[in-house]
């Protein structure tokens, strides 16, 4: 091969990566302190919010009319609950942990640091905008803001900054991804960046569709009285339905990031190996795939969508189930070999020689092991008929505090605890009470969720209400709602250990003793992947594909045949 | 899902497998691996065929597309919802137009002889609401411009409530808001007497 440099030509040659510098690391390192300081302070706001919430349903005590200086509803309260907990922490925690995973990965610098700045400001405008309306309760449309509920503008502005901010963030990832191929034609790119990567084009088709909702019908209506032109109205039924192309792929950008943390770190927490790294990579495509052409599964109760698209999105939710299967059991033979590593024995004893004293690893254990239940009702859930059985009952708060609430947060718990030392430099305080903190989480996701899933399938309770002030309350509900205190109480001490724990791990001056790194869990077979495992274009475009094939068609009637007979209204 | 399979020993806590990929080779899959993926295909293939079966031939479904109405006009002579409520078919045979609004059902009480099928129509005047009765398979959502349509067969007597379920606003202090709105389906025994309990089962 001959060495071609001349500048403006493409250089054949393999030119080494730039060397990834300590001042460079500072960098990344800042930025994703910074992003996991905001997912932290979000957190902390929107799970006391939860507390009351679950404290009203069970009629323990309505704390709302003691809030109405701050917060004048519950229903202001449980649109901060879900936009803070499930945008806010979530997308700045997973935006820092991949910019910090996502370089020392790959093992080079980001090509464009300030592209990354950039993307965290933008971020943060957007949350502030959002923040505004939302506290002064000008935008109590919960965090899915269904039309013809409007709110304010600055709330729609203040999405679209964050959603534009994350973008920014993969952006600048992407960049960095195709630098690096090019300094490494003949390389497999590692499997956290790549994953990483995955995730964040994942997040990028997802978002196109939300980004058209508030785009091209909520700004519109909502700038109108701002800007005094006519409101032109819309249909409730197409918001809808380019609302939930987002609102699937959304669960995937919470969970993949936990994923890479399972599949990738904790198996080096416990001395483990990959069991299979092709097969992970695989799982990552997949998912890249399957997880937007399945919005339906969340529309099989509406109106105007015939049954046949819903049972097609109902196959697609199949087939974006089949990764998550082959994790189920590919993490755990990587953890087994960990086990046995530390002298496990037996078909099952060897569980009790994980790692469980370290408790960033007990914490994602746990994670996994609630996630379990929480993927078993998911398949429920997108059993099209069976769907009608718990379709908006208290059966879906309880399944996405098993997911979300408890496999992606319990996990970044688990992760923080490793990573905010890291990033700080001080000591973890304390590993006993961090091990308090996940453990507790956990026994009260698992009160807590296992309650609200009977109250929704056995009794019909309807999810998003202030139930306390329902007229239908009934006292049959009364051993599901005392379950759920129990559950209410381990949770709200173990969110208290859990700010306690990183606000003096920040604070006291208690330096690392020894470095700590990344842990990056090794493959049990050094072959690399095969390369089709390693290209983009299939996977990719065949993605672009079933988004066209599945929401094409629907997408393009609902268009054509929308009515704009809906004004927006405000009704809070 | 291309895959190969080679039959080599590295299980857990084994060595690393022996045998070296080709550059653009099939992907290894241990054996047990395989297992469990042919499993979760079967599995899957289960499900939907489940899920196919009660849909097709037992008719439990969920709504399509129906029909589509101005919000604006449903008070308009010629429109069903004009006057919401119930109508009889046939005997045992009924129909239900029903409007969901901020912040009550229209109508917020129907009464039924034990054994009727009900076949509801629904929409929405403002906002999006949902709806469920308690113990049937009729949980749909009402979105304002479009006709929601289930149908249901009450076999056993008692007070069924239905309660909107999707988030449709709530004035701070107002008597009245999302969480009150509901209403009752009342199945009547064949001697007609009304059982006040609840059906909860």
């Given at each position: 091969?001959?060495?071609?440099?001349?500048?403006?030509?493409?250089?054949?040659?393999?030119?080494?990566?730039?060397?990834?510098?300590?001042?460079?690391?500072?960098?990344?390192?800042?930025?994703?302190g910074?992003?996991i300081l905001?997912?932290i302070?979000?957190?902390?706001?929107?799970?006391?919010?939860?507390?009351?919430?679950?404290?009203?349903?069970?009629?323990?005590?309505?704390?709302?009319?003691?809030?109405?200086?701050?917060?004048?509803?519950?229903?202001?309260?449980?649109?901060?609950?879900?936009?803070?907990?499930?945008?806010?922490?979530?997308?700045?925690?997973?935006?820092?942990?991949?910019?910090?995973?996502?370089?020392?990965?790959?093992?080079?610098?980001?090509?464009?640091?300030?592209?990354?700045?950039?993307?965290?400001?933008?971020?943060?405008?957007?949350?502030?905008?959002?923040?505004?309306?939302?506290?002064?309760?000008?935008?109590?449309?919960?965090?899915?803001?269904?039309?013809?509920?409007?709110?304010?503008?600055?709330?729609?502005?203040?999405?679209?900054?964050?959603?534009?901010?994350?973008?920014?963030?993969?952006?600048?990832?992407?960049?960095?991804?195709?630098?690096?191929?090019?300094?490494?034609?003949?390389?497999?790119?590692?499997?956290?960046?790549?994953?990483?990567?995955?995730?964040?084009?994942?997040?990028?088709?997802?978002?196109?569709?939300?980004?058209?909702?508030?785009?091209?019908?909520?700004?519109?209506?909502?700038?109108?009285?701002?800007?005094?032109?006519?409101?032109?109205?819309?249909?409730?039924?197409?918001?809808?339905?380019?609302?939930?192309?987002?609102?699937?792929?959304?669960?995937?950008?919470?969970?993949?990031?936990?994923?890479?943390?399972?599949?990738?770190?904790?198996?080096?927490?416990?001395?483990?190996?990959?069991?299979?790294?092709?097969?992970?990579?695989?799982?990552?495509?997949?998912?890249?795939?399957?997880?937007?052409?399945?919005?339906?599964?969340?529309?099989?109760?509406?109106?105007?969508?015939?049954?046949?698209?819903?049972?097609?999105?109902?196959?697609?939710?199949?087939?974006?189930?089949?990764?998550?299967?082959?994790?189920?059991?590919?993490?755990?033979?990587?953890?087994?070999?960990?086990?046995?590593?530390?002298?496990?024995?037996?078909?099952?004893?060897?569980?009790?020689?994980?790692?469980?004293?370290?408790?960033?690893?007990?914490?994602?254990?746990?994670?996994?092991?609630?996630?379990?239940?929480?993927?078993?009702?998911?398949?429920?859930?997108?059993?099209?008929?069976?769907?009608?059985?718990?379709?908006?009952?208290?059966?879906?708060?309880?399944?996405?505090?098993?997911?979300?609430?408890?496999?992606?947060?319990?996990?970044?718990?688990?992760?923080?605890?490793?990573?905010v030392p890291?990033l700080t430099g001080r000591?973890?305080f304390?590993?006993?009470?961090?091990?308090?903190?996940?453990?507790?989480?956990?026994?009260?996701?698992?009160?807590?969720?296992?309650?609200?899933?009977?109250?929704?399938?056995?009794?019909?309770?309807?999810?998003?209400?202030?139930?306390?002030?329902?007229?239908?309350?009934?006292?049959?509900?009364?051993?599901?709602?005392?379950?759920?205190?129990?559950?209410?109480?381990?949770?709200?001490?173990?969110?208290?250990?859990?700010?306690?724990i990183m606000l003096f791990t920040v604070l006291l001056p208690r330096?690392?003793?020894?470095?700590?790194?990344?842990?990056?869990?090794?493959?049990?077979?050094?072959?690399?992947?095969?390369?089709?495992?390693?290209?983009?274009?299939?996977?990719?475009?065949?993605?672009?594909?079933?988004?066209?094939?599945?929401?094409?068609?629907?997408?393009?009637?609902?268009?054509?045949?929308?009515?704009?007979?809906?004004?927006?209204?405000?009704?809070? | 899902?291309?895959?190969?399979?080679?039959?080599?020993?590295?299980?857990?806590?084994?060595?690393?497998?022996?045998?070296?990929?080709?550059?653009?080779?099939?992907?290894?899959?241990?054996?047990?691996?395989?297992?469990?993926?042919?499993?979760?295909?079967?599995?899957?293939?289960?499900?939907?065929?489940?899920?196919?079966?009660?849909?097709?031939?037992?008719?439990?479904?969920?709504?399509?597309?129906?029909?589509?109405?101005?919000?604006?006009?449903?008070?308009?002579?010629?429109?069903?919802?004009?006057?919401?409520?119930?109508?009889?078919?046939?005997?045992?045979?009924?129909?239900?137009?029903?409007?969901?609004?901020?912040?009550?059902?229209?109508?917020?009480?129907?009464?039924?002889?034990?054994?009727?099928?009900?076949?509801?129509?629904?929409?929405?005047?403002?906002?999006?609401?949902?709806?469920?009765?308690?113990?049937?398979?009729?949980?749909?959502?009402?979105?304002?411009?479009?006709?929601?349509?289930?149908?249901?067969?009450?076999?056993?007597?008692?007070?069924?409530?239905?309660?909107?379920?999707?988030?449709?606003?709530?004035?701070?202090?107002?008597?009245?808001?999302?969480?009150?709105?509901?209403?009752?389906?009342?199945?009547?025994?064949?001697?007609?007497?009304?059982?006040?309990?609840?059906?909860?089962?």
């Open positions: 091969m001959s060495v071609q440099a001349i500048p403006g030509t493409q250089i054949k040659a393999q030119a080494a990566s730039p060397a990834l510098t300590a001042e460079h690391l500072k960098q990344v390192d800042r930025i994703a910074l992003n905001v997912a302070l979000a957190l902390s706001i929107g799970a006391l919010l939860g507390v009351f919430q679950g404290l009203e349903h069970a009629r323990v005590i309505n704390i709302y009319p003691w809030l109405q200086p701050v917060i004048k509803t519950y229903y202001q309260g449980l649109t901060l609950h879900g936009a803070l907990n499930a945008i806010v922490w979530t997308t700045f925690f997973i935006c820092g942990f991949f910019t910090f995973a996502f370089v020392r990965s790959l093992n080079r610098p980001l090509k464009y640091l300030w592209m990354s700045w950039l993307a965290f400001g933008v971020m943060v405008l957007g949350l502030l905008t959002a923040a505004v309306p939302m506290l002064t309760n000008q935008a109590s449309v919960l965090y899915t803001f269904y039309p013809p509920m409007l709110a304010d503008w600055a709330f729609y502005v203040g999405l679209t900054l964050l959603v534009v901010g994350s973008w920014i963030v993969g952006y600048s990832m992407y960049f960095t991804y195709y630098a690096w191929r090019k300094e490494n034609p003949e390389k497999r790119a590692p499997f956290i960046a790549l994953a990483a990567t995955i995730t964040m084009v994942l997040w990028q088709i997802a978002t196109l569709g939300v980004a058209a909702e508030i785009l091209f019908i909520l700004l519109p209506n909502a700038l109108a009285p701002v800007l005094g032109f006519t409101a032109p109205g819309m249909d409730p039924l197409l918001s809808r339905t380019l609302f939930w192309w987002f609102g699937h792929p959304l669960v995937y950008f919470w969970l993949l990031p936990a994923y890479v943390s399972w599949y990738a770190m904790l198996p080096a927490q416990t001395n483990g190996k990959m069991f299979s790294e092709p097969l992970a990579r695989l799982v990552f495509w997949l998912f890249l795939l399957f997880s937007t052409p399945v919005g339906f599964h969340h529309q099989y109760a509406d109106p105007g969508i015939p049954e046949i698209w819903k049972y097609i999105h109902m196959i697609f939710t199949f087939g974006v189930g089949f990764p998550s299967l082959i994790t189920a059991f590919t993490v755990v033979a990587s953890l087994e070999i960990g086990a046995r590593a530390r002298g496990g024995k037996g078909y099952l004893r060897w569980i009790t020689r994980l790692n469980w004293g370290d408790p960033s690893y007990a914490a994602q254990n746990l994670a996994m092991i609630l996630f379990i239940f929480g993927g078993i009702g998911g398949l429920i859930n997108a059993s099209y008929n069976v769907n009608m059985a718990t379709h908006n009952t208290m059966w879906v708060p309880g399944h996405f505090h098993l997911t979300v609430g408890s496999a992606t947060t319990l996990t970044f718990f688990g992760i923080s605890y490793w990573l890291k000591k973890l304390t590993p006993k009470l961090a091990l308090a903190q996940a453990w507790t989480w956990f026994f009260g996701m698992l009160f807590f969720a296992n309650a609200y899933h009977i109250l929704g399938l056995v009794f019909s309770v309807p999810r998003r209400t202030m139930l306390g002030e329902a007229p239908y309350y009934s006292s049959q509900w009364t051993p599901q709602m005392i379950e759920s205190v129990v559950g209410l109480a381990f949770l709200t001490i173990s969110a208290t250990l859990y700010f306690a330096k690392l003793d020894k470095p700590i790194e990344m842990p990056v869990a090794q493959p049990l077979d050094p072959t690399p992947a095969p390369k089709w495992l390693d290209t983009w274009w299939p996977w990719l475009n065949g993605a672009i594909a079933l988004v066209i094939l599945s929401y094409g068609p629907m997408l393009f009637q609902l268009i054509r045949d929308a009515q704009n007979w809906s004004r927006g209204i405000r009704v809070w | 899902m291309s895959e190969h399979e080679h039959e080599t020993q590295h299980s857990t806590g084994g060595e690393p497998g022996a045998e070296a990929h080709e550059e653009n080779g099939w992907l290894h899959v241990e054996k047990w691996e395989g297992v469990w993926i042919r499993v979760a295909v079967a599995m899957t293939v289960v499900f939907i065929a489940a899920i196919t079966v009660a849909a097709m031939s037992f008719g439990i479904t969920v709504p399509g597309a129906t029909a589509r109405i101005n919000p604006m006009t449903l008070n308009d002579p010629e429109s069903p919802f004009a006057n919401p409520g119930i109508r009889e078919l046939a005997p045992g045979k009924y129909e239900v137009y029903m409007v969901a609004q901020t912040w009550n059902f229209v109508p917020d009480r129907i009464e039924v002889p034990v054994g009727s099928e009900v076949t509801f129509y629904l929409t929405a005047r403002d906002v999006i609401h949902g709806i469920k009765i308690a113990n049937t398979n009729v949980n749909m959502m009402a979105l304002p411009g479009q006709v929601s349509v289930l149908r249901a067969k009450f076999d056993k007597p008692g007070v069924y409530n239905y309660i909107c379920h999707e988030y449709c606003g709530y004035v701070a202090n107002a008597p009245i808001g999302h969480h009150t709105m509901y209403g009752q389906l009342i199945v009547t025994a064949p001697d007609n007497t009304t059982e006040t309990v609840q059906v909860t089962q």
